[in-house]
C-alpha cells in the first residue's frame, strides 16, 4: 500500500518562506511521478506543481510559478515542495500526490493526509 506523509506546514507571515517534505513508502518512488496540490477553505482542490520521476521535468500552477519549487530526492523517497515569497492566498491545507506513471499527466491516484499552511498578512 502507497503511503505519503507531509511535514513541513505552519504558520507565517507573508514575504516568509517554507518548505514542505512528503515521504513516500509502498512502492518504487523513483519509478513515478509526484505532486502537490492545495485546498483552501471554500475552494476546490487545486493543483500546484508537478515533477518527473527523474526531477528533470516540473511544472507548475501560473499561481506559484517563480515563487516555488518541487524537487525530489529519490534516494530518501522524498518530494519537496520550496515555497518562498508567500502570500495570504497561500494559505491552504497541501497535500501531496503520486500518479500511475513516471511522467506528469493529470492522473494521480494515491494522496497523503495533508499539511496546513497559514500565511498570515
Known amino acids: 500500500q502507497v503511503q505519503l506523509v507531509e511535514s513541513g506546514g505552519g504558520l507565517v507571515q507573508a514575504g516568509g518562506s517554507l518548505r514542505l517534505s512528503c515521504a513516500a513508502s509502498?512502492?518504487?518512488?523513483?519509478?513515478?511521478?509526484m505532486g502537490w496540490f492545495r485546498q483552501a477553505p471554500g475552494k476546490e482542490r487545486e493543483f500546484v506543481a508537478a515533477?518527473?520521476?527523474?526531477?528533470?521535468?516540473?511544472y507548475y500552477a501560473d499561481s506559484v510559478k517563480g515563487r516555488f519549487t518541487i524537487s525530489r530526492d529519490n534516494a530518501k523517497n522524498t518530494v519537496y515542495l520550496q515555497m518562498n515569497s508567500l502570500k495570504p492566498e497561500d494559505t491552504a491545507v497541501y497535500f501531496c500526490?503520486?500518479?500511475?506513471?513516471?511522467?506528469?499527466?493529470?492522473?494521480?491516484?494515491?494522496w497523503g493526509q495533508g499539511t496546513q499552511v497559514t500565511v498570515s498578512s
Open positions: 515533477i518527473n520521476w527523474t526531477g528533470g521535468r516540473t
Open positions: 509502498g512502492r518504487t518512488f523513483s519509478s513515478y511521478v
Open positions: 500526490t503520486t500518479g500511475p506513471s513516471p511522467e506528469i499527466t493529470n492522473r494521480w491516484n494515491y
